[in-house]
């Protein structure tokens, strides 16, 4: 077996054998095996071990075994005590997901301080098999089915390849003890259910389970770096953003093949679903302004390109401006603010900057987001006219509405940032001093 965990790591690539490494041992058979086969092959390494405080007693024996362990094998020992219930009540996580949370950080802050090069674990192919029937369950993408990878950064696997018959063997010939964790034969999680009640079943069919889905992975991972290499340029084809938006144009999509897949993956910073991606490709060919949301995002279809803003952008308030302020920043833009003589200025037709007549100012100004009803009366004209016919006319996606702000002077708007100047604050040949206010990016 020495040979077969060997030769897995060199295939790999996962590690040089000058390299140190942490191993991450819980005292579960696993682990322990680790620690054999790493003092076998002749690696540096030290033993790592974390306290969640969920089995009061059991833990505490536990970390005495793997600190005698450590003591065994003539290596240095690391220890951690967590709070664990505390830090998933305070993040909302479930247990055993604050639990990863918390012993990945302490792993890498660990080996970065210590000067280590690799954290390893003692995943094997059983886990590999467990993980991608998991994700099958609850619904997945590619991503989901290339199970365990065998090196993440610093993170190493390098007993991938065994299954768990091969650990019994390798304790049975070693004499090796162990500790056993009696929440591993529970079937209350979803992952001991597998295993305990899936798995064993699916072995009927397939003795070699194991070993087809490790093959089925690996085909899988090569896969999904052809997936990603094409998305990749697709991407850099379809995707442009600004302070405001994020813009994914819909036309070097048209000959793409598996559209709800490649826009899934497309989406996937954004966390759109897989369900919501599949209501927007029926959308594509209907009217502009439909909407869909993400936990973190909204995105709106409009003609020819979908839009993508956070869902909480612009959402701050009222932004008073007081006279003499220079600069203020309201939400995620920011806003620069001049005085200027009439006859030393010379005026900008930018639709960012707003040149207003000092006199017909009444401070404090106030900056809010616009609201329905709102109206001004747009530069050269005399009538008045609503902002939000003013934002349909210019076409504006529903979701970059509502980031509009105005500006308000008194019970006056003065001008609709970044798009249009009242007529009423307009610089005349009567003008004596500007106030300049430029919308710049943040």
Known sequence: MLEKVSGFIQSHQLCQPESKLLAAVS???????????????????????????????DAEADQLFVKKLAKKYQVPFFTENF???????????????????????????????????????AHHSNDTTETILLHLTRGTGIAGLHGIPAKNGHLIRPMLALTKDDIYDFVTSRKLIWREDVSNQTTKYQRNKIRHEVIPVLKEINPNLEETMLHTAERVSHAEAIVAAYIGQLRTQCIS???????????????????????????????????VVLELVEA?????????????????????????????????????????????????????IRYVDADQYKLSTRPQVAALDAEQLHFPLRLRAWQEGDWFVPLGMNGKKKISDLLIDKKIPANLKQQTLVLVSDQSIAWVAGQRLDNRFKVTEKTQKVVEITLLKS
């Open 27 to 57: 005292g579960g058979i696993d682990s322990v095996v680790l620690c054999e086969l790493l003092y076998q092959l002749n690696y540096t390494f030290a033993i790592v071990h974390c306290n969640f405080g969920l089995r009061a007693e």
């Open 83 to 121: 709070n664990t219930r505390a830090f998933a009540e305070q993040e909302k996580l479930s247990l055993q997901m604050a639990a990863r949370t918390l012993r990945y950080a302490w792993f890498e802050q660990l080996r970065h301080q210590e000067g280590y090069d690799f954290i390893a674990t």
């Open 241 to 275: 953003q600004t302070q405001e938006a994020t813009y994914l144009s819909l036309a070097p999509l048209q000959q793409a093949t598996g559209l709800p897949v490649v826009l899934h993956e497309l989406l996937r910073p954004f966390n759109f679903s897989y369900t």
């Open 284 to 336: 594509l060919d209907g009217m502009p302004g439909k909407q869909f949301f993400s936990p973190t995002h909204t995105l709106v279809k409009d003609r020819a390109q979908l839009v993508i803003t956070p869902r909480n952008l612009g959402s701050f308030g009222s932004i008073m401006i007081n006279e003499g302020d220079t600069e203020v920043t309201a939400g995620n833009m920011h806003f620069s």
